[in-house]
């Protein structure tokens, strides 16, 4: 089951869960008590971090990166054939890498975070802000920047920067040969394409700055499919 950032070692959500407004839950042991079958819990996006090792871009990479884009924005690492997840199970948390000094509050209580300016509730936030229309969507708003908006526009645009210095801090500590950036975030991926690419070109550090950037659209099945990965990894390869 992927969820939140749940904690490896008693298989719970820890304290960094804030979509669902959990803490501290001890999920594996809550469904154990109902659901008489293993239970493996795990983060979502490091889930489909193990399915696209197996079934897509990652494929013949020894090390890449899969970044998130979306409500939230998440990092799966595999370095060396390998899904890094630290301790805690919290490493590659490429969203709240301080980007922007003076930038906005992110609900983990640092300001300036890549998910305090490029998740795409921020994007609906500052769209709003910007143009005083309260009811917006994100559709409304990618629309309108697609129909040449510049104010919605330098939001994106804004968003893309941010994002592209998450991309090249992790490619600078980390070294991938390839980083692909997915999530229904990419939907808007026409509007900051650009600034990701050049962000990251010019500040990835040497060699870093060749890694091979891939920007596509996640289909909502795979999300799915990251779970099925997870459970089969659990069942039959780690145990």
């Excluded at 309108?144 to 941010?162: I, Q, S, T």
Aim: hydrophobic share 45%; with cysteine.
């Amino acid at each position: 089951m992927p969820v939140g950032e749940p904690d490896r070692k008693v298989a719970a959500l820890d304290d960094v869960s804030p979509f669902l407004h959990w803490r501290d839950v001890p999920l594996a042991d809550l469904l154990a008590e109902k659901i008489d079958l293993e239970i493996t819990v795990d983060n979502d996006v490091k889930a489909i971090t193990v399915a696209e090792r197996w079934f897509g871009d990652g494929i013949g990479a020894d090390s890449f990166a899969l970044v998130t884009l979306g409500t939230g924005i998440g990092c799966g690492l595999v370095v060396h054939g390998r899904v890094v997840t630290g301790s805690h199970g919290v490493a590659g948390e490429i969203g709240h890498i301080p980007v922007f000094g003076d930038g906005p509050l992110c609900h983990c209580g640092a300001t300036g975070c890549v998910e305090a300016i490029a998740s795409t509730d921020v994007i609906v936030d500052q769209a709003r802000t910007t143009t005083g229309e309260r009811d917006l969507t994100i559709d409304e708003v990618i629309t309108g920047a697609r129909m040449g908006d510049e104010a919605l526009r330098r939001v994106f645009a804004r968003a893309g920067v941010a994002i592209g210095r998450g991309l090249a801090a992790m490619a600078n500590l980390v070294g991938p040969e390839r980083i692909i950036v997915s999530g229904e975030g990419l939907g808007a991926y026409d509007l900051f394409t650009d600034e990701i690419r050049e962000t990251f070109g010019t500040q990835a550090f040497g060699a870093a700055a060749h890694c091979e950037l891939i920007l596509r659209p996640l289909p909502f099945e795979e999300w799915a499919r990251g779970a099925a990965a997870i459970a089969v990894q659990t069942l039959f390869i780690t145990s």
